[in-house]
């Protein structure tokens, strides 16, 4: 069993629901990456999902693009953030990793060889925003290595494909709230409870939730029917302007506390 | 040589060009672009709409446009005749209308009343704003703040005909990035919005969409040559950025096996200085922009800042179907640097009171080059993309003139 699926094992086995903090990785200091990574299991993620810089992340509103920029301009590239999942395993050996991210960086690194150092290092999952489950034979070393593709579902998502997303689904399915971009817009509950039961309904792994939850209110609102939340551009953000280790580990955990708090008292 | 027995049967059902093109988009963008290709599919085998676009072509962007053959410049080159394909006197100056009017005439019959659009030298976005004034749809369009500053002049034009210029500041504020920022747009909007692309790059189908409405430019050029003297050329020449008006002269003659294809990059300073925007020349298969293809990156997979002195060819990828003719040795890309296409810009003007762009520019520079190296009686077509009154003001600032 992967670290993936055990973990949402026991949040079942407790009647809990799943924390997935996003974060970039490099940003804001690479020196203190793995402090951070430890900060935010200790403060109540239950599976990290740890973005990798990319110069053009379509996908992304602002707040993540300036934070690859800022990764990028300091060099941050596949290898550091291979070698500070490797580190982090050092102390934690159960919180399951899930690199997120773009293809080309793993085309150019190469994706046996990218599959054989991400194992290696303790990485448990790939999330990458533009390989669709169409394109993603070019992941078969990926998953001949063990690694899980985290598939994205959206509110556009045909109901055939739904259905073959939600079969092709391994770690958990990962539901994107709203159409646009990380980081935007408000939710509408009630539309995206109806939608996410859905998909629980077909997946047959958990179901998980983003863009769009910025705070303890929104991920509870969420909670109350998807088996995680995922928290990115707010949490991005409000690590920003962090100038040393204390202070991104006193940020991380004034920020992920009440959410963890929050969801837990459902 | 070329083992492709028939280059029409590319791209597949799935919009690949052997291992290029693909559709490399977030989840959000599949169903759209499923919309999208059933709606073109549909339409582009309606005689119906076919003929409302020839009627368009015909009325509205004035084609055909003639072939002109440049004796005063073949005559100074000193080798084979130079013939050009007059892009450049379609309404609004270039080849990038052929292309927007198909996707207004796509987005119309779609239901859809907004369209966007990435420009990077203004072309692509004066002619999708100049098709969305004529068919009353609401026209933004993503420019990189760089290229505002460059092309001050077709911003100005794309807001008399209506449109909102949004500059983008992400990135290198150039074309990819006001690529980045039109997908955002349309993953935000998906359900009123036409996205617009300007070239043969982005998923499946616009690769082959934007192919197809160019291809009235290969398919005239063919017929024009056999009419008006009796043989093909023995090269083409364009040139190459993301590569939609190469596509579309080249098209109607890779079956045609004598032809030699080449393509012309943007070699800005010279490849060697690491300024340039060659990324057939000297990049390597990666994915960008929703498709695989030669990306001009570093060792850890981020996207290069490109150079180019023209906007239009300052760009970081280049269409699959170029990555496929390349690699299927059916067509060759080489670099033009700078200093050659300006060289090129001054050597046509003073010969044949033409302006080119200086994107077509890199495409005259080429085509000088290959009609040294063929008998007087040899013929290279040249395809004349656009032209040059939109760079007149970054000429005189890099010759040192106050306009």
Known sequence: MSRIDTRFAQLKATGRTGLIPFVTA???????????????????????????????????????????????????????????????????????????????????????????EAVAAGVDGVLLVDCPLEESTVLQSLREAGLQQILLAAPTTAPARMAQLCSSAEGFLYYVSFAGVTGAAQLSVSEIAERVAEVRSLAGTPVAVGFGIRDAASAAAIGGFADAVVIGSALVESLAAATDAADITGRVRSFLQPIRAALDAR | MSKIADFNLYPDAHGRFGEYGGSYVAETLMAPLAELSEAYERLSTDPAFLAELDRDLQHYVGRPSPIYHAERLSRQVGGARILFKREDLNHTGAHKINNTIGQALVARHMGKQRVIAETGAGQHGVATATVAARFGMRC??????????????????????????????????????????????????????????????????????????????????????????????????????????AIGLFHAFLNDADVRIVGAEA??????????????????????????????????????????????????GVGPEHAFLKDAGRAEYVGITDDEALEAFHLLARTEGILAALESSHAVAQAIKLARELPKDGIVLCNLSGRGDKDVHTIAAREGVSV
């Open chain 2, 267 to 316: 070699a800005g300073e010279g490849i060697a200085t690491g300024h340039h925007a060659a990324s057939l020349a000297a990049g390597r298969p990666g994915v960008l922009h929703g498709n695989r293809t030669y990306v001009l990156c570093d060792d850890n997979g981020q996207i290069t800042e490109t150079h180019s002195v023209s906007a239009g060819l300052d760009y970081p």
């Open chain 1, 26 to 116: 490099g940003d804001p200091s690479p020196q203190h990456m793995v402090a951070m990574m430890h900060a935010l299991v200790e403060s109540g993620a239950d599976l990290i999902e740890l973005g990798v810089p990319f110069s053009d992340p379509m996908a992304d509103g602002p707040v993540i693009q300036h934070a690859s920029e800022r990764a990028i301009a300091k060099g941050v590239g596949l290898a550091q953030v291979l070698g500070w999942v490797h580190a982090f395993r050092e102390r934690d050996a159960e919180t399951p990793i899930v690199l997120m991210g773009y293809l080309n960086p793993l085309e150019i690194h190469g994706y046996a060889r990218f599959a054989q």
């Open chain 2, 140 to 245: 933004v369009v993503y420019m990189g703040a760089v290229d505002i500053e460059r092309q001050k002049i077709n911003v100005y034009r794309m807001k008399l005909l209506g449109a909102e210029v949004v500059p983008v500041t992400s990135g290198s504020k150039t074309l990819k990035d006001a690529l980045n920022e039109a997908m955002r747009d349309w993953v935000t909007n998906v359900a009123d919005t036409f996205y617009i692309i300007g070239t043969v790059a982005g998923p499946h189908p616009y690769p082959k969409m934007v192919r197809d409405f160019n291809a009235v430019v290969g398919r005239e050029a063919r017929a024009q040559m056999l009419a008006q003297y009796g043989r093909l050329p023995d090269v083409l020449t364009a040139c190459v950025g993301g590569g939609s008006n």
